[in-house]
């Protein structure tokens, strides 16, 4: 990757889910590292090892990173299951640590498989896909937040309350998050109803913690990036009916399924100054996908 725009230089992004170079995570670390950005890289194989496509090799995936970072920006991993609160604590003072603060959340992970139809759903996967996609990202994002405005114990904000703004900030420099929702909204997901509700709960609430969120100066968007081939799509590896996949794909209006490359592009550009007007929305990015 060859990149003469270095916009991000001096800025520090927490990329989760980055765990296969197959994977979005993986491009848009590697997106954000070649605009100049300093890199920390959250991953859980263990998820990985479980899916039909497995693991990857978490030492290729750290060197294809840092193999795309410009002049002294430097990277880091960790691994966590962020599930688990406290570990997700751990991965953001892990980020922190690399270069002193974060500036950039890309909150990319997600939990795939042990879904079902509503026939089928489980307390069990219901609760697993929240916390995995839902919670974990407000409380990182909660944590991003806290740098700007730090919370004594016990602080409530009423229903309707202004965090009130303390003054202007520049959107070029702003903080910036992004978080990742699906297609839930553009059709059905059958026989993904967990994975479904968790991203549908994202989506739903990017207005109200963007306004939030926006008041301390920090700058949040929901990217949809379509169906991108991350290995899940297939023969070999997919856990989806094989005929329905290719008759989807010729479909499409380009012919093809999306790449990590695509939404890295645009989480790329919205977490950099040229994309710092955006606020709040939610964005797809899926070649028309929806449209067809």
């Given at each position: ?22 994977g ?8 954000l ?13 263990p ?46 003072d ?70 009130g ?82 008759e ?43 449209l067809?």
């Amino acid at each position: 990757m060859t990149h003469h725009d270095t916009s991000l230089a001096g800025r520090t992004a927490l990329v989760t889910g980055v765990s296969r170079r197959k994977g979005i995570g993986y491009a848009v670390a590697r997106e954000l590292a070649g605009l100049g950005a300093s890199v920390f890289t959250h991953h859980y194989s263990p998820h990985d090892a479980d899916q039909p496509w497995g693991a990857d090799d978490l030492a290729a995936v750290h060197s294809g990173v840092r193999a795309a970072l410009q002049g002294d920006a430097a990277s880091g991993s960790a691994s966590a299951d962020l599930r688990d609160p406290a570990q997700v604590d751990e991965l953001f003072d892990a980020a922190r640590a690399l270069t002193g603060s974060v500036d950039i959340l890309v909150c990319n992970h997600a939990r795939s498989g042990g879904d079902g139809s509503i026939l089928d759903m489980t307390v069990a996967a219901l609760d697993a896909f929240w916390q995995t996609n839902t919670r974990s990202t407000l409380l990182l994002t909660r944590r991003f937040a806290q740098q700007l405005r730090p919370v004594g114990p016990g602080t409530t904000v009423r229903p309707g309350e202004r965090l009130g703004r303390t003054a202007p900030s520049d959107p070029a420099t702003a903080p910036k998050v992004v978080w990742m929702t699906s297609g839930q909204e553009d059709g059905p997901m059958r026989g993904e109803v967990a994975y479904a509700t968790s991203k549908a709960a994202l989506a739903g609430v990017t207005a109200t913690v963007a306004a939030e969120l926006l008041e301390l100066g920090i700058v949040l968007n929901t990217v949809n990036p379509g169906p991108v081939n991350t290995g899940y799509l297939d023969p070999g590896t997919t856990d989806r009916p094989l005929a329905e996949l290719e008759e989807l794909r010729t479909a499409t209006p380009f012919g093809r399924w999306g790449e990590p490359t695509d939404p890295a592009r645009l989480i790329g550009w919205l977490v950099s100054p040229a994309g710092s007007w955006v606020v709040g929305q939610r964005l797809t990015t899926d070649g028309g996908f929806a449209l067809q």
